[in-house]
């Protein structure tokens, strides 16, 4: 994940995007630049705060999201990041959990969430992140994989 939280708009404007209105506003100014470089908005998938984008069909596959600056999302992702930088134990045991899952045939992104989330857990635990904080990024891998979102 690229640390992007100086909300910088890189398109036509030099407003910083972090004043570019309300949350919703620099929302859509954001997938409306994302969409002309070919992405589609796929909707929040049941996480408030979090909206999702699916990448242009050119063989890489990614998953991309607009955060919400300072919320849980944008920190568990900058936490997992930086532990698995200070950590290359970790970083070797996530890096072999996400290639085993990606091989897979038939794999799609919310069995693959499921299937790397015990090792991500491991990860987080190293993170400032506190007990119920961790217990919610759980409950959203989680339950990402049994509704389907």
Same mark, same amino acid.
């Given at each position: 994940?690229?640390?992007?939280?100086?909300?910088?708009? %890189?398109? *036509? *404007?030099?407003?910083?995007?972090?004043?570019? #209105?309300?949350?919703?506003?620099?929302?859509?100014?954001?997938?409306? !630049?994302? &969409?002309? !470089?070919?992405?589609?908005? +796929?909707?929040? %998938? #049941?996480?408030?705060? %979090?909206? &999702?984008?699916?990448?242009?069909?050119?063989?890489?596959?990614?998953?991309?999201?607009?955060?919400?600056?300072?919320?849980?999302?944008?920190?568990?992702?900058?936490?997992?990041?930086?532990?698995?930088? !200070?950590?290359?134990?970790?970083?070797?045991?996530?890096? +072999?959990?996400?290639? @085993?899952? @990606? &091989?897979?045939?038939?794999?799609?992104?919310?069995?693959?969430?499921?299937?790397?989330?015990?090792?991500?857990?491991?990860?987080? @635990?190293?993170? +400032?992140?506190?007990?119920?904080?961790?217990?919610?990024?759980?409950?959203?891998?989680? &339950?990402? @994989?049994?509704?389907?979102?």
């Amino acid at each position: 994940m690229r640390d992007c939280t100086d909300g910088r708009n %890189r398109g *036509s *404007s030099p407003e910083p995007l972090a004043t570019a #209105g309300n949350w919703r506003d620099r929302v859509e100014i954001a997938i409306a !630049a994302l &969409s002309l !470089a070919g992405f589609r908005h +796929a909707g929040d %998938r #049941g996480i408030p705060g %979090r909206e &999702s984008l699916e990448a242009p069909d050119d063989g890489l596959r990614r998953n991309v999201y607009v955060c919400e600056s300072g919320s849980l999302h944008v920190r568990n992702h900058l936490a997992v990041r930086d532990i698995l930088r !200070a950590r290359p134990d970790l970083r070797d045991e996530y890096g +072999a959990v996400k290639l @085993a899952l @990606a &091989s897979l045939p038939d794999m799609d992104i919310d069995t693959y969430v499921a299937g790397k989330s015990a090792v991500l857990q491991k990860v987080l @635990a190293e993170s +400032a992140l506190n007990e119920v904080e961790l217990l919610e990024i759980l409950h959203v891998n989680n &339950s990402q @994989a049994s509704t389907g979102s």
